[in-house]
């Protein structure tokens, strides 16, 4: 299965962009890239995913490099409900199961100083 | 719309025992994974049931087992508890269909002491 790597953690003044950064080397073509977040004593929840274009929602935009090989996620103002632990995932679709599979990494726990 | 729930909230058990863990989907979601998340530790994944069928496990031994239901909710069976085993238990629901779309959804979780 592809691995993702991140930074073990990371800060951020609030009101500021923050830059969480994603390798993926061994990703294949059509592994989708996908990042979700866990506040405290939470389970994940959804942010964004993309498979090659960069991709913009209401919570983030996802930079994804021309070879695939990294991403980012950029939170364009980061609050202080923005601090959480951040994973990057691929998702990829095992021939043999019929559904999809999602390898979660380490992730990156985000601080945001007031 | 009721997103995905989990219950217990909470379980204590001791070393031997057997543990069941259920879990709700998203309502129209079809699909449903099963993580373990050790204390500091990103999810690790369990499996995934579809049309009531195992259709992927991860790396953990057979005490782990699980069902799914015709209206998709579905339980994770323990067996033979260890103490390596209490972490929290994390249940992911999706609707299987366009690549573009599928994304999970997760429950709060059952957190899982073993004594």
């Known amino acids: 299965d592809a691995k993702t790597t991140q930074p073990n953690s990371m800060e951020s003044n609030e009101e500021e962009p923050v830059h969480l950064p994603c390798n993926h080397s061994?990703?294949?073509?059509?592994?989708?890239i996908h990042w979700y977040r866990q506040l405290p004593s939470q389970g994940p929840e959804y942010v964004i995913h993309g498979l090659t274009s960069n991709v913009n929602n209401r919570m983030a935009s996802l930079a994804i490099a021309e070879d695939r090989k990294s991403s980012t996620l950029i939170l364009h103002r980061a609050t202080l409900r923005d601090a959480a632990v951040y994973y990057c995932?691929?998702?990829?679709?095992?021939?043999?199961?019929?559904?999809?599979?999602?390898?979660f990494g380490t992730g990156t726990r985000l601080k945001v100083l007031a | 719309d009721a997103g995905v729930t989990q219950s217990p909230t909470h379980l204590i058990k001791t070393r031997g025992q057997q543990v069941t863990l259920r879990c709700s989907p998203k309502s129209g979601h079809d699909t449903v994974s099963w993580y373990q998340q050790a204390l500091g530790q990103g999810p690790q994944f369990i499996f995934q049931y579809y049309e009531e069928e195992e259709r992927q496990r991860g790396n953990f031994p057979d005490r782990f087992s699980g069902h799914q239901f015709p209206n998709y909710s579905s339980e994770l069976n323990v067996n033979a508890l260890l103490l390596g085993d209490s972490a929290l238990y994390l249940c992911?629901?999706?609707?299987?269909?366009?690549?573009?779309?599928?994304?999970?959804?997760f429950g709060p979780g059952t957190r899982l002491t073993v004594l």
């Open positions: 995932i691929l998702r990829f679709f095992p021939l043999t199961s019929g559904t999809y599979k999602y390898i």
């Open positions: 061994t990703i294949s073509g059509t592994d989708y």
């Open positions: 992911a629901s999706s609707l299987l269909g366009d690549s573009s779309t599928d994304t999970q959804y």
